[in-house]
C-alpha cells in the first residue's frame, strides 16, 4: 500500500527557532495536508495543498506541495511553546468519489521557552 | 454539535468482550473514516465509507473488527473478542462531499485489561 515517510521523528528547539519537517512518497498524491495532534485531543488540520508547487500559509505556518506531488514540507517561524505537539502530513489519493487519507508516522516538536 | 463527536471518550473492557465505540460526524459530511492510533505511533487506516457506495474495509486489521454507518450519519465501530493488543485510541473524521479535508473527533481511548 501507500506509505509515507514523515521526518524528522522529533525535534527539540528553542523558543523562536524556525522548524522545518518534510514528507515524501513513492506514489502521487492528488492532496497533501497538515495535521497537528495535541496530546489527548484528535487531530486538527492546519493547511490544505491542492496543486502541484502551491506553497501556502497560515500565519507563523507554511507548506509546499511539491512540484512532483510525490513530496510535501511544513515550515513553523518564529516558534512558541504552544507549537508543542505531534504534526502529521497526509496524502489524498483519490478515485472516482472516494478519497483516501494516508498518514505520515508524524513528527513530534518541542519547544524550550 | 458543530465537531465530530466520540462516545465514550474512554473505555475499558476486559479482554473478550465485545465494544461498541459511536462516531457522529460533522452534519452533511458524506465522508466518514476510521483510524486507530497506538502509544506515539502515526494513524493506522482501518475503515472508510463514502454515502451510499460500498465502504473501503482494507484497514480492518482481522475479522473481530467492523464498522457500519446508519442512514448515511452515525457510524459505530465493534470490535468482538477483544484482545489486548486492541488498546488505542480510536479516531474518527468525516469530511463533506467531494473534498479532501478530513476533520477528527477526540477519539475513543481504548484500553483492554
Known amino acids: 500500500g501507500q506509505q509515507l515517510n514523515q521526518s524528522p521523528q522529533s525535534m527539540f528547539i528553542q523558543e523562536g527557532e524556525d522548524v522545518s519537517m518534510n514528507c515524501t512518497s513513492s506514489?502521487?498524491?492528488?492532496?497533501w495536508l497538515w495535521y497537528k495532534q495535541d496530546p489527548g485531543e484528535g487531530p486538527v488540520l492546519l493547511i490544505a495543498?491542492?496543486?502541484?508547487?502551491e506553497l501556502t500559509s497560515n500565519g507563523r505556518l507554511t507548506a509546499q506541495f511539491g512540484i512532483t506531488r510525490k513530496d510535501s514540507f511544513l515550515n513553523i517561524s518564529a516558534s512558541i511553546p504552544s507549537d508543542v505537539g505531534i504534526y502529521f502530513c497526509?496524502?489524498?489519493?483519490?478515485?472516482?468519489?472516494?478519497?483516501?487519507?494516508?498518514f505520515g508516522k508524524g513528527t513530534l516538536l518541542t519547544v524550550n521557552p | 454539535g458543530a465537531g465530530v463527536s466520540q462516545s465514550p471518550s474512554n473505555k475499558v473492557t476486559e479482554k473478550g468482550k465485545d465494544v461498541e465505540l459511536r462516531c457522529d460526524p460533522i452534519?452533511?459530511?458524506?465522508?466518514l473514516y476510521w483510524y486507530r492510533q497506538s502509544l506515539g505511533q502515526g494513524l493506522e487506516f482501518l475503515i472508510y465509507?463514502?454515502?451510499?457506495?460500498?465502504?473501503?474495509k482494507s484497514g480492518l486489521p482481522s475479522d473481530r473488527f467492523s464498522a457500519e454507518r446508519t442512514g448515511g450519519s452515525v457510524s459505530t465501530l465493534t470490535i468482538q473478542r477483544t484482545q489486548q493488543e486492541d488498546s488505542a485510541v480510536y479516531l474518527c473524521?468525516?469530511?463533506?462531499?467531494?473534498?479532501?479535508?478530513?476533520?477528527f473527533g477526540q477519539g475513543t481511548r481504548l484500553t483492554v485489561v
Open positions: 473524521a468525516s469530511s463533506p462531499y467531494m473534498n479532501t479535508e478530513a476533520f
Open positions: 506514489s502521487i498524491f492528488n492532496t
Open positions: 495543498l491542492y496543486k502541484a508547487g
Open positions: 497526509a496524502g489524498v489519493s483519490s478515485g472516482g468519489s472516494n478519497y483516501k487519507l494516508t
Open positions: 452534519s452533511g459530511h458524506t465522508a
Open positions: 465509507f463514502q454515502g451510499n457506495s460500498a465502504p473501503d
